[in-house]
């Protein structure tokens, strides 16, 4: 029971909350309005290139803004609706978004969209794409689909077939969250994979010398260079920590040191601003919004 127990709205929502599959079942329901109602949004985070700092690409992350919850992260109503098949609706929803938001940014500029791994095993997912990019006329080489190693568990057969297909209608295949997942990396050889993201847990105690973090980044960043990938490092929140990435040879760097997701407006207006670069400012930018 909650502390405090005569506050009867607060033992309900504790309630409501221990009883997990409750909440997910209202979370499913809530979502499946949420598709149809635009409570969902797209905010952009950029990707910068390393070098120079210009923004390469932005990653298209969702937002849910509840009209009782409030904003919900998408952690948390991501894994439900891969649990119901309203991943697949939410998915074709994020994807023509994305393209069409893509198609007012300057033509260097890529979107990078996730894909979850049920999305993926679905075998519409190519149909799905090429309608995102014909109803937006985003040049296919401008949207890259972001998927996790999970991908290779199932079926690896099938997802070599499907990454093949992707390619060819001209998309680029981002493998996202490196070094977390539990498949081997024998799927590399033969994946057509333009990108590796080294996941955040690697950055953030790169800089600590009793991690083997900065080690683990080097052996990444080589792997992808040898196999003729770029490599983003996910997650650079402080001067150190970009410091150190550039040190490490990462082509591209996304996090909160430069910004985090972004409205399109609001990302546009700071592109501009920035002619096309953002400057790191650490999360000093990320907290004063
Ligand atoms: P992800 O694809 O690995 O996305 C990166 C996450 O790291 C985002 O969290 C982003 O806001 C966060 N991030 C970026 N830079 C920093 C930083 O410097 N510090 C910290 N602490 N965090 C940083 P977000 O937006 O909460 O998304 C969480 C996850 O939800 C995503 O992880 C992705 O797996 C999933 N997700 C988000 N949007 C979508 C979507 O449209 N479709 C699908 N299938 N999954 C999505
Ligand atoms: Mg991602
Ligand atoms: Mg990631
Ligand atoms: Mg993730």
Redo the contacts with the bound molecule.
Sequence with gaps: AAKGGGRGQYRFFSSELKDGARLRRQIEEDLRDAIQTDQLE??Y?PIVRTADHLVTGV?????WNHPERGWI???EF?PV??ETNL?TK??EW?LRR?CGDATAWPETMRV?????AI?FAADDLPRVVRTALDRSGLDPARLEL?I?ESVFLGDPQGTQAMLKTLKKMGVRLAL??FGTGYSSLGYLSSAPLDKI?I??SF??GATQDDTNNAAIITAIVSLAEALKMETVA????AMDELDLITRLGASHI????FS??LPQEEFLTRLTEGGLKFDPTG?AR?RAD
Excluded at 112 to 116: I, K
Excluded at 254 to 257: D, E, L, N, S, V
Aim: hydrophobic share 40%.
């Design positions: 797209l905010h985070q990653e298209a992350l969702v937002r992260s998408p952690a991501v609706a891969e991943i939410l998915g994020v994305a990078a969209v996730n894909v979850s999305q972001e996790t996202d969250d993201k996941d955040r950055v953030a996910e997650g650079v929140e996304q996090g909160y040191i985090k997701a999360p990320h």
